[in-house]
């Protein structure tokens, strides 16, 4: 039994959405705090404020949205000593953040997560000056988000990622880097380069055995070619995409800390969005922040 829980909700949604998410949720989340407090946020950016400035009062922290939200909750959050229990009510287009934690992507059961209370610290990555927990990316996908049309992903859902994915690959064009990670330089050119710490993108499960999201190490992916029907499979196969990393165009590395130069200055996708900019210097906060794991109702998990 939780003392404080704060159920923060992204506000832009439609009222009809949010009476059928908090149908879903509440009552299971006001079973399991002696306090329940409800803010729905007004504009982009508020739910990083709020949690920056007023998580340490809450001993836990929902949030009901998409990785968009959930970013900006990390970035809030990130900043305090003593993190509170995080738990995600999957609400946006991919919740890929959410998948990594075995949350169900059914709302009344990501709810019941609380009541299993399965809680494990994860790591976050700290980019610059700012916070990710999924991924931070350049190239390909930087270039399929800013690509997609907002109308036509709130109408298509993920479709509309896949379409905008492949759209870009046609365009792409490969780009000159420089990477060190922990120390060891690597000079190449590559059409995308994604530094992973959760384990999905676009709903699809990355590739390699080894993902973990309590390591301390982020999941390095240089991908040199664009044509190769390897990258469409990378967006597009269904879960989880089963592929020999050590016979393909994809360098993979794992490490703790990781410099990223481009030759010329390049936009930065991060947990879905694109504000970022190269040149980066990553770090892993290891053990960072309690979230709450769907690992027991994993069988549910649809
Ligand atoms: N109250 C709010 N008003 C306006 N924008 C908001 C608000 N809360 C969050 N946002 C922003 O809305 C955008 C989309 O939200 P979110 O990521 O939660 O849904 P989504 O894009 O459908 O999900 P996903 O990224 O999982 O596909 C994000 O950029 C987020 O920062």
Request: proline share 3%.
């Amino acid at each position: 039994m939780y003392e404080k829980m704060w159920l923060l909700i992204n506000g832009a949604s439609g009222n009809n959405e949010i009476q059928k998410n908090l149908d879903a949720t509440i009552s299971t989340l006001a079973l399991q705090t002696k306090e329940l407090t409800i803010t729905f946020t007004q504009e982009k950016g508020h739910t990083e404020q709020l949690c920056r400035e007023q998580g340490d009062r809450y001993d836990i922290v929902m949030i009901m949205g998409g990785d968009g939200t959930v970013h900006e909750a990390i970035n809030g959050l990130s900043s305090l000593d003593d993190p509170p229990v995080t738990g995600i009510l999957p609400t946006g287009t991919c919740n890929d953040f959410s998948r990594s934690l075995m949350i169900p992507q059914n709302l009344k059961k990501a709810a019941a997560v609380v009541e299993q209370n399965h809680i494990q610290y994860v790591d976050i990555g700290k980019m610059n000056d700012r916070y990710f927990s999924n991924f931070y990316g350049v190239g390909l996908i930087a270039e399929t988000s800013e690509n997609i049309d907002d109308q036509l992903k709130g109408m298509l859902g993920k479709v509309s990622y896949f379409i905008s994915a492949l759209q870009t690959f046609n365009n792409a064009s490969p780009f000159a880097f420089t990477l060190k990670a922990d120390g060891k330089e690597y000079k190449d050119e590559a059409v995308m380069i994604l530094l992973a710490n959760g384990h999905f993108i676009g709903t699809n499960r990355l590739p390699g055995d080894q993902i973990s999201l309590n390591d301390g190490l982020i999941d390095v992916y240089i991908i040199k070619e664009s044509g190769a029907p390897l990258l469409k499979e990378f967006f597009n196969s269904k879960n989880p995409f089963m592929y020999n990393l050590e016979q393909s165009s994809i360098e993979y590395i794992q490490a703790a800390e990781v410099e990223l130069e481009t030759a010329n200055t390049m936009k930065a996708d991060t947990d879905g969005e694109v504000y970022e900019e190269t040149p980066v210097h990553i770090k892993v906060l290891e053990k960072k922040i309690p979230f709450l794991f769907g690992e027991i109702l994993q069988e549910n998990n649809e």
